[in-house]
């Protein structure tokens, strides 16, 4: 057993990136807005997450010496990233600009350093970690929580979107002391900007509801096994 989960530790963080990207894809599906505003928030917010869990599913995977699991899938992933990218720039067939690219780097690395972080904090949890109901409800906590932060940082991006659209167009429109409040209520006529507030509730009630199962059977594990 503890040779199978030591060779199920990549194929499992490759799983867990891959299937976040579907999830992210079925998000911008379903979400029926603007395709470039649902573009970039999916990828901002998939070079956030897919690293993360990348990194922490994996690490979780392996019998032991955890945190040092951790550590190297950070650095092959970060290897992996580097490559792909100056691949791209020395072919000239990038289809993102470099400060985009560079942006999905950094945010990508950084989130595996929270992973990292998180599985230093998690090695004192990992009795109650191991019951398996406290497992899958943490995990639809985690993916509701990815579906309100979806939705609340869309909200961010359309907002931005909406306000530099005129001072793009008239550099002068900076000096509007109106356009702040004129881009507030443009969003609130805006349909799409409702889908974004209808997601961002869906996964925080959601993301409540788990979280808040998860604590309890946790502790009703940690009870059992003190008894």
Same mark, same amino acid.
């Given at each position: 057993?503890? +040779?199978?989960?030591?060779?199920?530790? &990549?194929? +499992?963080?490759?799983?867990? !990136?891959?299937?976040?990207?579907?999830?992210?894809?079925?998000?911008?599906?379903?979400?029926?807005?603007?395709?470039?505003?649902?573009?970039?928030?999916?990828?901002?917010?998939?070079?956030?997450?897919?690293?993360?869990?990348?990194?922490?599913?994996?690490?979780?995977?392996?019998?032991?010496?955890?945190?040092?699991?951790?550590?190297?899938?950070?650095?092959?992933?970060?290897?992996? !990233?580097?490559?792909?990218?100056?691949?791209?720039?020395?072919?000239?067939?990038?289809?993102?600009?470099?400060?985009?690219?560079?942006?999905? &780097?950094?945010?990508?690395?950084?989130?595996?350093?929270?992973?990292?972080?998180?599985?230093?904090?998690?090695?004192?949890?990992?009795?109650?970690?191991?019951?398996?109901?406290?497992?899958? &409800?943490?995990?639809? =906590?985690?993916?509701?929580?990815?579906?309100?932060? !979806?939705?609340?940082?869309?909200? =961010?991006?359309?907002?931005?979107?909406?306000?530099?659209?005129?001072?793009?167009?008239?550099? &002068?429109?900076?000096?509007?002391?109106?356009?702040?409040?004129?881009?507030?209520?443009?969003?609130?006529?805006?349909?799409?900007?409702?889908?974004?507030? =209808?997601?961002?509730?869906?996964?925080?009630?959601?993301?409540?509801?788990?979280?808040?199962?998860?604590?309890?059977?946790? =502790?009703?594990?940690?009870?059992?096994?003190?008894?």
């Amino acid at each position: 057993m503890t +040779a199978l989960r030591w060779l199920l530790v &990549l194929p +499992a963080a490759l799983g867990a !990136y891959i299937v976040l990207q579907a999830l992210f894809v079925l998000l911008s599906l379903l979400l029926a807005v603007p395709e470039a505003l649902n573009r970039g928030v999916s990828q901002l917010i998939a070079d956030i997450f897919c690293p993360y869990y990348f990194v922490y599913i994996g690490s979780k995977v392996a019998p032991a010496f955890r945190l040092h699991v951790a550590v190297l899938l950070t650095v092959v992933l970060s290897v992996l !990233y580097g490559m792909l990218l100056l691949y791209g720039v020395l072919r000239g067939d990038i289809s993102y600009p470099l400060w985009w690219l560079t942006l999905s &780097l950094v945010l990508g690395l950084g989130s595996c350093v929270f992973a990292v972080v998180r599985i230093q904090d998690d090695r004192a949890k990992d009795t109650s970690r191991e019951n398996w109901r406290v497992a899958v &409800l943490t995990v639809l =906590a985690n993916i509701f929580g990815i579906i309100y932060i !979806y939705g609340y940082f869309g909200q =961010a991006v359309l907002f931005l979107s909406m306000f530099w659209t005129p001072i793009i167009q008239n550099w &002068l429109n900076i000096l509007n002391p109106f356009l702040y409040m004129m881009t507030l209520f443009g969003m609130f006529f805006t349909w799409y900007f409702w889908v974004l507030v =209808a997601t961002a509730a869906l996964g925080y009630f959601g993301m409540e509801f788990f979280s808040a199962k998860a604590a309890q059977s946790s =502790a009703t594990a940690i009870v059992h096994n003190t008894l």
